[in-house]
């Protein structure tokens, strides 16, 4: 499903932010990244979400090399993989629905369909009755909700998360944590960066811990 090969990657001159990772992920496994700020979390999410591609070394995302894609390939690939960053990306001058069925729209889903799916998506975050408020209006934790509401409602068979429950508090952290398990129950492969070691206690299969550049694949939490 997924799979680094002696990927390196840095940002111009800088130094390496990963160094020589190799690591493979199954389909339906629930994985946390750990580590400090500034370990390469974020940059080893989008580089499985295809928004960064290594410095060198491979990554395969659903038998497809993510930095040999034609142009025209990337857009359907990236529907099979829900992302969920720190910078959500809303649209503010659209309504908090119109961000969710966006997604669906560009689709090409049938109107009612897609409309019956953007409410259950928002209402599975706890959103329901926040359709026809803007971003804006919203908290930041209303605000991340909704950004995982736009990356489930097309079904990925992948989902990504930097980070989701940073802005939450304990109540609304472990309602999308259950969130992300229920889709993992019917066979979506979940990647998560975290600090939260007691999420993780609770949640992890498997735990991906970085470290200057370089990974500890250990079962659980590492201790």
């Given at each position: 499903?997924?799979?680094?090969?002696h990927v390196f990657k840095s940002f111009g001159r800088s130094r390496n932010i990963l160094a020589d990772v190799n690591?493979?992920?199954?389909?339906?496994?629930?994985?946390?990244?750990?580590?400090?700020?500034?370990?390469?979390?974020?940059?080893?999410?989008?580089?499985?979400?295809?928004?960064?591609?290594?410095?060198?070394?491979?990554?395969?995302?659903?038998?497809?090399?993510?930095?040999?894609?034609?142009?025209?390939?990337?857009?359907?690939?990236?529907?099979?993989?829900?992302?969920?960053?720190?910078?959500?990306?809303?649209?503010?001058?659209?309504?908090?629905?119109?961000?969710?069925?966006?997604?669906?729209?560009?689709?090409?889903?049938?109107?009612?369909?897609?409309?019956?799916?953007?409410?259950?998506?928002?209402?599975?975050?706890?959103?329901?009755?926040?359709?026809?408020?803007?971003?804006?209006?919203?908290?930041?934790?209303?605000?991340?909700?909704?950004?995982?509401?736009?990356?489930?409602?097309?079904?990925?068979?992948?989902?990504?998360?930097?980070?989701?429950?940073?802005?939450?508090?304990?109540?609304?952290?472990?309602?999308?944590?259950?969130?992300?398990?229920?889709?993992?129950?019917?066979?979506?492969?979940?990647?998560?960066?975290?600090?939260?070691?007691?999420?993780?206690?609770?949640?992890?299969?498997?735990?991906?811990?970085?470290?200057?550049?370089?990974?500890?694949?250990?079962?659980?939490?590492?201790?």
């Amino acid at each position: 499903m997924i799979e680094f090969q002696h990927v390196f990657k840095s940002f111009g001159r800088s130094r390496n932010i990963l160094a020589d990772v190799n690591f493979n992920i199954d389909a339906g496994e629930f994985i946390f990244v750990s580590g400090p700020s500034g370990a390469g979390k974020s940059t080893l999410l989008k580089l499985v979400g295809g928004l960064e591609h290594p410095s060198r070394g491979s990554v395969t995302v659903n038998g497809h090399r993510t930095d040999q894609l034609a142009a025209r390939a990337q857009p359907y690939l990236r529907r099979t993989v829900g992302l969920i960053l720190q910078d959500a990306h809303l649209l503010f001058d659209r309504t908090a629905f119109d961000n969710v069925l966006l997604p669906l729209q560009v689709q090409g889903l049938d109107g009612s369909m897609a409309a019956t799916r953007a409410r259950a998506a928002m209402e599975k975050v706890g959103l329901r009755g926040k359709e026809d408020l803007h971003p804006i209006e919203m908290s930041g934790g209303e605000q991340q909700r909704l950004a995982m509401a736009r990356a489930i409602v097309g079904r990925p068979a992948i989902l990504i998360a930097d980070e989701p429950t940073a802005n939450l508090d304990h109540a609304n952290a472990v309602r999308i944590m259950d969130v992300f398990r229920d889709f993992n129950r019917v066979g979506v492969t979940t990647l998560i960066a975290s600090h939260d070691t007691d999420l993780m206690a609770h949640y992890a299969q498997r735990t991906l811990h970085i470290a200057e550049g370089r990974f500890n694949d250990t079962p659980g939490v590492p201790a």
